[in-house]
């Protein structure tokens, strides 16, 4: 096979930390390409969100349409959905590719605070969406709001993301990778929970370093890994192996806390 093809359904942050920008970057840096469709526009610097414009849904359904008669894609990632609008048709659209590896981050906020997909979506999301997703990858603010809580002011601790990730599993998807780098301490622990195969942890030293675009690069690094043909518990290890390249970049760099952003893995 020549180079796996990744659709990017996401947004644009004019930052260029995060979104779209980073999803394209890391996976020209795994070896696969990218077709992008664009949900939503947005106005950010590291510190704030200043606007979000979404992408009309017809004319997003039409960047998808024409990215999937380009050519043949291997896998799907998915970020900021922005509204129900985009979030009904992209559930549309991957009723076309049954057996495509679909990646959800589900993006709520920006680490600056702003939010990135309005309340009524969240029903819409766990109805139609959820279920053909591959994957989803939470943080544990994400988690949270997934089930209904408020995002935890202490370190949440290990079983209750094992109850998250069990909440979440029930809503749909085939597998939760719930991340674990807003919790504290000196080990960062991610767990994968699959539908009907035990629990993975993967864990690895918290590393002093910030960057924005964290968990689009996460996300888009395991869909290129899906797209290359590696089973889903090696593609987060790859996953997770990029991201850590990234923040040991900004180590090296001398450059900590350079941008704003969650310490450690991811956004
Ligand atoms: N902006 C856009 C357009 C995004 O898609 C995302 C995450 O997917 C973010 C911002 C959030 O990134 P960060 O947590 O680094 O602010």
Same mark, same amino acid.
């Given at each position: 096979?020549?180079? =796996?093809?990744?659709?990017?359904?996401?947004?644009?942050?004019?930052?260029?930390?995060?979104?779209? &920008?980073?999803?394209?970057?890391?996976?020209?840096?795994?070896?696969?390409?990218?077709?992008?469709? !664009?949900?939503?526009?947005?106005?950010?610097?590291?510190?704030?969100?200043?606007g979000?414009?979404p +992408? *009309?849904?017809?004319?997003l359904?039409?960047q998808?349409?024409?990215?999937?008669?380009?050519? *043949?894609?291997?896998?799907?990632?998915? /970020?900021?959905? &922005?509204?129900?609008?985009?979030?009904?048709?992209?559930?549309?659209?991957?009723? &076309?590719?049954? /057996?495509?590896? !679909?990646?959800?981050? =589900?993006v709520?906020?920006?680490?600056?605070?702003?939010?990135?997909?309005?309340?009524?979506?969240?029903?819409?999301?766990?109805? #139609?969406?959820?279920?053909q +997703?591959?994957?989803l990858?939470?943080?544990? %603010?994400?988690?949270?709001a997934l089930?209904?809580? *408020?995002?935890?002011?202490?370190? %949440?601790? #290990?079983?209750?993301?094992?109850?998250?990730?069990?909440?979440?599993?029930?809503?749909?998807? /085939?597998?939760?990778?719930?991340?674990?780098?807003?919790? #504290?301490g000196?080990?960062?622990?991610?767990?994968?929970?699959?539908?009907?195969?035990?629990?993975?942890?993967?864990?690895? *030293? #918290?590393?002093?370093?910030?960057?924005?675009?964290?968990?689009?690069?996460?996300?888009?690094?395991?869909?290129?890994?899906?797209?290359?043909?590696?089973?889903?518990?090696?593609?987060?290890?790859?996953?997770?192996?990029?991201?850590?390249?990234?923040l040991?970049?900004?180590?090296?760099?001398? &450059?900590? /806390?350079?941008?704003?952003?969650e310490?450690?893995?991811?956004?």
């Amino acid at each position: 096979m020549g180079r =796996p093809a990744v659709l990017v359904i996401a947004g644009s942050d004019s930052s260029g930390g995060a979104g779209l &920008a980073r999803d394209v970057r890391t996976l020209e840096t795994m070896g696969a390409d990218a077709l992008c469709a !664009v949900t939503a526009v947005t106005a950010q610097t590291d510190g704030e969100v200043l606007g979000v414009y979404p +992408v *009309p849904p017809d004319q997003l359904r039409a960047q998808i349409d024409a990215a999937l008669a380009t050519r *043949p894609i291997n896998a799907i990632k998915i /970020g900021m959905l &922005a509204g129900r609008g985009a979030l009904e048709v992209v559930a549309q659209a991957l009723r &076309a590719v049954p /057996g495509v590896p !679909v990646v959800l981050d =589900p993006v709520l906020r920006a680490s600056s605070g702003g939010a990135l997909l309005e309340d009524p979506g969240f029903e819409v999301l766990r109805t #139609r969406l959820f279920p053909q +997703v591959t994957v989803l990858t939470p943080n544990i %603010p994400e988690a949270a709001a997934l089930c209904g809580e *408020p995002a935890p002011r202490d370190d %949440p601790g #290990r079983e209750r993301l094992v109850e998250w990730a069990a909440e979440l599993l029930a809503q749909g998807p /085939g597998a939760v990778l719930l991340k674990g780098g807003h919790a #504290r301490g000196a080990t960062v622990a991610d767990l994968l929970a699959r539908r009907g195969s035990s629990a993975v942890w993967f864990t690895g *030293p #918290r590393l002093a370093a910030t960057r924005r675009g964290t968990g689009c690069a996460l996300a888009s690094a395991i869909a290129a890994s899906l797209a290359a043909g590696a089973d889903l518990e090696d593609a987060c290890r790859r996953g997770r192996e990029h991201v850590r390249a990234l923040l040991e970049e900004v180590q090296s760099q001398g &450059a900590s /806390g350079e941008r704003n952003g969650e310490l450690a893995v991811h956004g």
